[in-house]
């Protein structure tokens, strides 16, 4: 009999592997780059009985298999593998479960059996029954090598959503794709062309990918696609060694259509009016206002985004006192930004230009075709711009600390409102002060991403004048990583302290069970304190966190104890602390080895530059932080308005008051 199949050993099929270790298997067999490991087959899992020991023979067939997989720090993930799951007409994602970081054999066995058991789970048998009819499917387990991910995600060879037909997207996120999965971190995303040429990046922060390395996703995607004959969802890691992993390869079940709106002459009620000579684009704007948005978020979005930006711009004197123009749009429930707006700021602005902008801050080429103003106008504005940016680029730390204050200290007198007692007028004018906060909050952020993008430009040309264009491509990620004061990083660190305060106050089994209350008072004091404590830094944080009708992780912190249980079996060194510290050393040693090579003449400008830039892509997280802090206090006031709403027969619903 059969318990056992290494991957790669033979063509075995998909009813006694599972959909996920039968791919597995077969891009094994076709050469790819697929971490070690095994499968657990549906013969022996079949004879497994919860509760019970395991059969000697199964038990030590899996033993031998994972030896070598497990110890001296290895550790493993378990993979449920059930039949009929990634199939073309049904993937089953997100129904069964995946437990990583496994380090020890009998761990191994314990994730199996919580494999197993999401076999019958209760969401899984109702979409197996509406999308199979198969009430008989049978469960492997794949149990594999992990890999120490600097960078993970996910491929589609066909974009699902309808935006790119016929376009490869990838998404990424920094550090292991659980991040993606959870919630926990935003993805990069980033459309290609089938041939492999970049067509558009959105990034919630600095490139997770480069673009060499966002073309080999694509053409491992393609390459699956290929083996399997139809279009492929792919997941992947990049290990510390810059080596691309496949993670699994599954059909693409479900393919919007093309949009199509503009042939058929449909528009959204909530379109921003607009005219045949402007040019938008969802570029940059993603970061903050990523994603499909109630009517709510944009009628809030427009009004303060789109005002502070031009008093903010008026105050660099590079929007004239008698100007308002065109910034930001709503089309089809998404946010958008003005090109031309974006190009004149850049041609009005001294030592910048209209295309540079575009390029660094936008992505992409630039728009040649879009007209520019008279060189004598953009000179008035560079020389009454000068003294306003200065003071900006020399107080920018110090106006980002006081802003947070103002932000923090908003944000308490709301969260600790006894909003019922407040009168009608009293929650409006709340609401609109919330509004002029988040307003100033998006256009302090606008200009700190503009001192980023101009500082990394800075590093960035030097470096390639004196080392040329592929050393710099590849040393400019490394420069910029490993640094302690990015938010980013701070929250997986504080997520790696909450899991060592649940081990040490005994309470990681109890964490383990969904139906626990991490803010129940019957839990220790320290780990009372310590998620307190986490919340007042990272609780406004969560899924599309800009969007008010989504839940932020002091809503719902679920995510985030998801990530800490992930962190209980986790070996130190593999803790997001050791990772970053690796970081560290290695971007000091390049830095170093950098200031050696690039000669004592442009030695003091490479350590300007290259301070400037890190210490503004850390201020660029942080006032990026500070933004959604400013938009997510008002939630226990869209609560109040939504239940007076709901009591005085206006909606039906509190759900309701986000499509007002």
Not at 367 to 388: C, I, N, Q, Y
Not at 464 to 490: C, Q, W, Y
Request: some cysteine; proline content about 5%; glycine content about 8%.
């Amino acid at each position: 009999m059969t318990f056992i199949h290494v991957l790669g050993d033979g063509p075995a099929g998909a009813a006694l592997l599972g959909g996920k270790g039968n791919a597995l298997d077969a891009l094994v067999r076709a050469g790819k780059q697929v971490p070690s490991g095994f499968v657990l087959t549906t013969m022996a899992t079949a004879a497994l009985t919860e509760g019970k020991p395991w059969p000697p023979e199964i038990a030590s067939a899996f033993a031998s298999a994972c030896d070598g997989l497990i110890g001296d720090g290895s550790t493993v993930a378990v993979r449920s593998s059930a039949t009929g799951e990634d199939a073309s007409d049904a993937s089953f994602a997100g129904q069964h479960q995946t437990v990583l970081n496994v380090p020890t054999l009998e761990a191994a066995r314990e994730a199996v059996a919580t494999c197993l058991a999401s076999l019958h789970a209760e969401s899984a048998t109702a979409y197996r029954y509406l999308a199979t009819a198969d009430d008989q499917a049978a469960m492997a387990v794949v149990v594999q090598r992990m890999v120490d991910a600097v960078a993970a995600g996910v491929a589609f060879t066909d974009d699902p959503t309808g935006r790119h037909p016929g376009h490869i997207v990838v998404e990424a996120v920094a550090g292991p794709g659980e991040l993606l999965v959870s919630g926990l971190a935003q993805a990069e995303n980033i459309v290609l062309t089938r041939e492999g040429h970049l067509v558009e990046r959105e990034s919630p922060g600095e490139p997770v990918l480069t673009d060499r390395q966002a073309i080999e996703v694509a053409a491992a995607a393609r390459a699956c696609a290929e083996l399997f004959g139809s279009e492929q969802d792919i997941e992947y890691a990049f290990d510390r060694d810059g080596v691309l992993w496949l993670l699994q390869s599954r059909p693409i079940t479900t393919t919007a259509p093309a949009a199509d709106s503009a042939a058929t002459g449909w528009a959204s009620e909530f379109d921003t009016p607009t005219g045949p000579n402007e040019l938008w684009t969802s570029a940059n704007i993603q970061e903050v206002l990523p994603g499909l948005l109630t009517p709510l978020s944009m009628s809030t979005g427009t009004r303060s985004s789109q005002a502070a930006f031009v008093r903010g711009y008026q105050r660099l004197g590079l929007i004239a006192r008698d100007e308002s123009p065109p910034w930001i749009a709503f089309f089809y429930n998404r946010a958008f930004l003005n090109v031309g707006t974006t190009r004149m700021l850049g041609a009005r602005a001294l030592g910048a230009s209209g295309d540079g902008v575009e390029i660094q801050f936008l992505g992409g080429e630039a728009t040649a075709d879009l007209p520019s103003e008279p060189l004598r106008k953009r000179a008035r504005f560079m020389a009454g711009s000068l003294v306003p940016l200065g003071r900006l680029l020399f107080g920018a730390r110090t106006r980002t600390e006081r802003f947070e204050r103002e932000v923090r200290q908003a944000e308490r007198k709301r969260l600790t409102l006894a909003t019922g007692d407040c009168s009608d007028a009293a929650l409006r004018s709340l609401l609109l002060s919330g509004e002029e906060i988040s307003g100033r909050a998006f256009a302090h952020h606008l200009h700190i991403s503009g001192l980023a993008s101009a500082a990394y430009t800075n590093l960035e040309r030097l470096l390639r004048n004196r080392l040329g264009d592929e050393r710099t491509e590849a040393a400019i990620p490394t420069l910029l990583t490993g640094l302690k004061n990015v938010e980013s990083a701070r929250i997986g660190i504080d997520i790696w302290n909450l899991s060592r305060v649940a081990l040490n106050t005994g309470i990681g089994p109890a964490l383990r069970d969904d139906s626990v209350d991490p803010r129940s008072e019957a839990l220790p004091p320290e780990w009372r304190a310590a998620f307190r404590s986490f919340l007042r830094a990272h609780g406004h944080r969560g899924m599309r966190e800009m969007e008010a009708s989504t839940l932020t992780w002091r809503s719902d912190p679920s995510p985030v104890i998801a990530a800490v249980r992930g962190y209980l079996d986790l070996p130190v060194e593999q803790s997001p602390l050791a990772t970053l510290e690796r970081q560290e050393t290695a971007r000091l040693a390049l830095t170093e080895d950098l200031r050696r090579d690039i000669g004592w003449l442009v030695r003091p400008l490479y350590n300007r530059f290259l301070r400037d830039a890190q210490d503004f892509v850390a201020l660029r997280e942080r006032t990026k932080s500070i933004i959604v802090r400013s938009a997510r206090m008002s939630d226990p006031l869209i609560e109040e308005c939504a239940r007076r709403c709901v009591e005085r027969g206006i909606i039906s619903d509190v759900e309701d008051v986000f499509f007002l």
